[in-house]
């Protein structure tokens, strides 16, 4: 995991280095605003891979501005929109909801975005090509979806009903839940989608889910990642026949893909 980290950073590095340089060279400082969308190990060593990094290229030649918007969608848009206003030199949006936020307070601002999983689902890009087209760049962390499925099978072959846990406020998660969903019907395994709205519906959630299904998928979310310690105090133990193996679990087995997007 730690490795990925330090990829993303320096992709990203990179990408704003040869940003800037091609705005010219001196004596300017470069001011950064980091926008994370939520605390979470994760995303916080997302951000501090990107400090270090940068930090490290160009030394005091770039100061940071990082701001948490604590899982908050309006703390987003606030912050994102104080960015632009500081008229700072770059963005960095940490997660999904902070790259939407970033997107639509500034279409001239250079915006890279990392822990999102996949961009034209987050942009609302129908013909997607492998590139924004917008002032948008970064990384995703879309795993292999197939990959995980398989995994499933694997470490649960009497499994003959899969419930898929996500938050529906993340569009990635959905994107996700959908693409899942597909593979699962090709090995003919039933599936149902269990969403919340927010932390606040997850243990009414989690514990239908529970009643219903063998083993629960959770994929790649911010809402679940923040609460894992909720979803594993609901769901049964080990030796029950109700298991969870969430999708960052599934994920450190198979070869997490991070893409660079031009």
Same mark, same amino acid.
């Given at each position: 995991?730690?490795?990925?980290?330090?990829?993303?950073?320096? =992709?990203?590095?990179?990408?704003?280095?040869?940003?800037?340089?091609?705005?010219?060279?001196?004596?300017?400082?470069?001011?950064?605003?980091?926008?994370?969308?939520?605390?979470?190990?994760?995303?916080?060593?997302?951000?501090?891979?990107?400090?270090?990094?940068?930090?490290?290229?160009?030394?005091?030649?770039?100061?940071?501005?990082?701001?948490?918007?604590?899982?908050?969608?309006?703390?987003?848009?606030?912050?994102?929109?104080?960015? =632009?206003?500081?008229?700072?030199?770059?963005?960095?949006?940490?997660?999904?909801?902070?790259?939407?936020?970033?997107?639509?307070?500034?279409?001239?601002?250079? =915006?890279?975005?990392?822990?999102?999983?996949?961009?034209?689902?987050?942009?609302?890009?129908?013909?997607?090509?492998?590139?924004?087209?917008?002032?948008i760049s970064g990384t995703s962390d879309l795993a292999p979806l197939d990959q995980q499925e398989d995994m499933l099978v694997e470490l649960f072959p009497d499994a003959?009903?899969?419930?898929?846990?996500?938050?529906?406020?993340?569009?990635?998660?959905?994107?996700?839940?959908?693409?899942?969903?597909?593979?699962?019907?090709?090995?003919?395994?039933?599936?149902?989608?269990?969403?919340?709205?927010?932390?606040?519906?997850?243990?009414?959630? =989690?514990?239908?889910?529970?009643?219903?299904?063998?083993?629960?998928?959770?994929?790649?979310?911010?809402?679940?990642?923040?609460?894992t310690e909720a979803v594993d105090h609901i769901t049964p133990g080990r030796h029950s026949s109700h298991r969870r193996r969430g999708g960052n679990l599934l994920r450190?087995r198979c070869c997490n893909a991070l893409h660079q997007l031009l």
């Amino acid at each position: 995991m730690k490795k990925a980290h330090k990829l993303v950073s320096a =992709v990203l590095v990179s990408t704003m280095v040869l940003s800037m340089t091609a705005c010219g060279s001196g004596e300017k400082t470069y001011k950064v605003g980091i926008l994370q969308q939520l605390e979470h190990p994760a995303l916080d060593q997302a951000t501090q891979g990107f400090q270090d990094a940068l930090t490290k290229l160009m030394g005091d030649s770039v100061t940071f501005d990082v701001q948490n918007a604590q899982g908050e969608q309006a703390n987003c848009s606030s912050i994102a929109t104080t960015f =632009v206003s500081n008229n700072y030199d770059l963005i960095l949006a940490n997660a999904t909801t902070a790259l939407q936020a970033s997107a639509a307070a500034t279409s001239t601002i250079p =915006v890279l975005g990392t822990s999102v999983t996949d961009y034209a689902t987050a942009l609302d890009i129908d013909d997607w090509t492998g590139a924004t087209g917008k002032n948008i760049s970064g990384t995703s962390d879309l795993a292999p979806l197939d990959q995980q499925e398989d995994m499933l099978v694997e470490l649960f072959p009497d499994a003959r009903n899969v419930g898929i846990l996500y938050c529906s406020a993340e569009p990635n998660s959905v994107y996700q839940a959908t693409e899942f969903g597909k593979y699962l019907d090709e090995d003919g395994i039933s599936h149902k989608e269990y969403t919340v709205a927010d932390s606040n519906d997850i243990a009414s959630v =989690v514990q239908s889910a529970v009643s219903e299904v063998d083993v629960i998928y959770i994929p790649t979310d911010n809402t679940m990642a923040g609460n894992t310690e909720a979803v594993d105090h609901i769901t049964p133990g080990r030796h029950s026949s109700h298991r969870r193996r969430g999708g960052n679990l599934l994920r450190m087995r198979c070869c997490n893909a991070l893409h660079q997007l031009l």
